[in-house]
Structure formats: structure tokens, C-alpha cells
């Protein structure tokens, strides 16, 4: 069991199982400083309804409850043990008055009910991967160091949960899941589709899995909606319906 830790980031207080403030520091920079998953044209209605999949401890999930005052969160994170820091961290931080959010120990994927095997490091909480060492070499490496921590997870998909919970609409979906992409977009059936009104996607591991920028916007565009990519220190992928 990985022990948990509290640290403080900025008016965070903050549930975390990395044992070094600045990988937690890092993914607070991208979303609170960086507005990673802010862009111009995606703009939600109010009181919207969002999807965070690949939740980790919850950073997204409370920033966009304060900056979009949100109906519902749905908030879904593989990991056991980091799912424990959602819950904590989204409890801490999240007005239950202005947004309910519910928290999953799920992996969403392309198919519902499958069990999935998670691959993660004990010490970040946000490399946890259901990827394995053929596509990812580092994972073998640390299997072969004891220092790779493996969870059986059951999956949903994005389609199974609007159904589950009566969704009419997702006006935005957020997926940030280390190389599991294009299993959580394909999970969306095509009555679904139009339902999900705008998406910000981090592309992690593109080239080694076969996909470029390109051709994951092709496929967003071929459904209909306008793509912007831009190349950070991962691909961000930004689309949204007109």
C-alpha cells in the first residue's frame, strides 16, 4: 500500500501518494497556471455537466468546478490508491451546494465490464497506465526493480455512463489517461456522439502507439467537430461543436 501524504499548493490542501512535492507541483502549473484545458472556443453554458476522465487526485475536477460552476462532475480515476486522493481532495475543495460530483474507481475504455490491468509507479500518481511493456519499455524496467505497482480494474465506457446517469448532454469531456486515447474516444457510440458538445484531450505516448496530431484531429473533424492541436510538452487536442 502506497502511504498517503498531505502537501499544500498554493489554497490547496491537497491528498497525494507522490513522495516529491514538485511532481504534484507540475500538474497544478499545467491546469491552474498554464490553463491547459482552457481554450477560447470551448465555451459551456451554465451550470454544465463535464466528465473528467483519468481524474488522478483531482486538480481538473476542482478547477473546473470553480471556473465553470458545473451541475455535475463525473469524475473517473483507475487507480485505487489515487482514487482515495480524489475523493479527499474533491470533498476538500469542491462546493457540494454549487456542483455534485461523484467520484468512480473506474478505467473508462472502449468496451464496458472487461478487466483491465493498471500499471503504476509507487511513487506518481499520474503515470498509472493500462499500456504495457511492449508500447512502454519503462514499465518492464521497473517491474524488474520492484518498483511497479499492478491493479485489476474494471472498465465503463464514455457511452455506458451517459446512459447510467441520464446524461441529455456532456457539454465537456476531458481525458487525460498516459496512451489509453483513442480506446475512451472509440467507447463514445455514434447516437452518443453528438451529445458530447466539446473535448480537451492530452495525446500522451502518439508516435510509439502509431497516432500523430494529425490524424487523432482527422478523426475529431470526421465527426464533426472543429480541432485545434497544439504541441506542448504533450499533444493538447481541443474540439468543439458549432
Known sequence: MTPKQRIRLSDLDLSVIDPFERTTQYIYDEIFTGANYDHPQIKLPEQPTIIDVGANIGLFTIWAARKHRPRTILAYE????????????????????????????LAVSREAGQELVLHQPPWVSGLSTVLDGSTLPWINELRDKGELHTHRVRSTT???????????????????????????????????????????????YVEALGH????????????????????AAQIMIYAWRS
Open 158 to 204: 464514455v457511452s455506458r455512463e451517459i446512459a447510467v446517469r441520464g446524461l441529455t448532454a456532456v457539454d465537456l469531456l476531458k481525458i487525460d489517461v498516459e496512451g489509453h486515447f483513442m480506446e475512451v474516444l472509440e467507447g463514445i457510440s455514434p447516437a452518443d456522439s453528438a451529445k458530447v458538445r466539446s473535448i480537451v484531450l492530452e495525446a500522451e
Open 212 to 231: 500523430s496530431g494529425g490524424s487523432i484531429c482527422a478523426m475529431l473533424r470526421d465527426k464533426g467537430y472543429s480541432v485545434e492541436a497544439q504541441d
Open 78 to 105: 483507475a487507480s485505487p490508491t489515487t482514487h482515495e486522493c480524489l475523493i479527499e481532495n474533491v470533498a476538500r475543495h469542491v462546493d457540494r451546494e454549487m456542483t455534485g460530483v461523484a467520484c468512480f474507481n
